[in-house]
T-cell receptor
Framework: GQQLNQSPQSMFIQEGEDVSMNCTSSSIFNTWLWYKQDPGEGPVLLIALYKAGELTSNGRLTAQFGITRKDSFLNISASIPSDVGIYFC??????????FGGGTRLMVKP | DVKVTQSSRYLVKRTGEKVFLECVQDMDHENMFWYRQDPGLGLRLIYFSYDVKMKEKGDIPEGYSVSREKKERFSLILESASTNQTSMYLCASIPDRGLFNEQFFGPGTRLTVL
């Protein structure tokens, strides 16, 4: 199946710092999604992007759908300890099938 | 709130055992999915079902089977568990129509095969 390259694999930052992570693909997608997974829980949707070039915010989170439709990034501003978790990007081409990135593990030092 | 529940949070089985993982959703969703999650590999699709008694193979169906006898329930079956099936298993569901096409995930079942 298709693969999404997500980077970085892990990040260890100081509370209050901004964070940026991204996903790239060799194929184009019609929808980009960003999920967060807390330890021991299933992923929860953070942001959904439906149009190339779209920039969407959800509180301290901002995500963009790349113009080429082959990439997306997620920014978290002023990180707090509860931002700890694994962040996944997912792309959808058609139907209800999603392709997931490998995840970015975020650790925040108080 | 959409609720997707999985029968066990943690499961320990022995090699060769038959294992059933159950998933139930209470939102009348047509589509249900089983993924496994391994470090560095993200979520990989095992099987999905878009209707009762219908099933389709995902990216890694080998060693697994599924059953969808009722709309709300989607079962993942390991006919003869092996150690390389030790993983976190996540169930998800999605309606045919909706404003957002995201999948709603259950809490996961962490399976260890000894």
């Amino acid at each position: 199946g298709q693969q999404l390259n997500q980077s970085p694999q892990s990040m260890f930052i100081q509370e209050g710092e901004d964070v940026s992570m991204n996903c790239t693909s060799s194929s184009i997608f019609n929808t980009w999604l960003w999920y967060k997974q807390d330890p021991g829980e299933g992923p929860v949707l953070l942001i959904a992007l439906y149009k190339a070039g779209e920039l969407t915010s959800n509180g301290r989170l901002t995500a963009q759908f790349g113009i080429t439709r082959k990439d997306s990034f997620l920014n978290i501003s002023a990180s707090i300890p509860s931002d700890v978790g694994i962040y996944f990007c997912a792309g959808r081409l058609a139907g209800n099938m999603l392709t997931f990135g490998g995840g970015t593990r975020l650790m925040v030092k108080p | 709130d959409v609720k997707v529940t999985q029968s066990s949070r943690y499961l320990v089985k022995r090699t060769g055992e038959k294992v059933f993982l159950e998933c139930v959703q209470d939102m009348d969703h047509e589509n249900m999915f089983w993924y496994r999650q391994d470090p560095g590999l993200g979520l990989r699709l095992i099987y999905f079902s878009y209707d009762v008694k219908m099933k389709e193979k995902g990216d890694i169906p080998e060693g697994y089977s599924v059953s969808r006898e009722k709309k709300e329930r989607f079962s993942l079956i390991l006919e003869s568990a092996s150690t390389n099936q030790t993983s976190m298993y996540l169930c998800a569901s999605i309606p045919d129509r909706g404003l957002f096409n995201e999948q709603f995930f259950g809490p996961g079942t962490r399976l260890t095969v000894l």
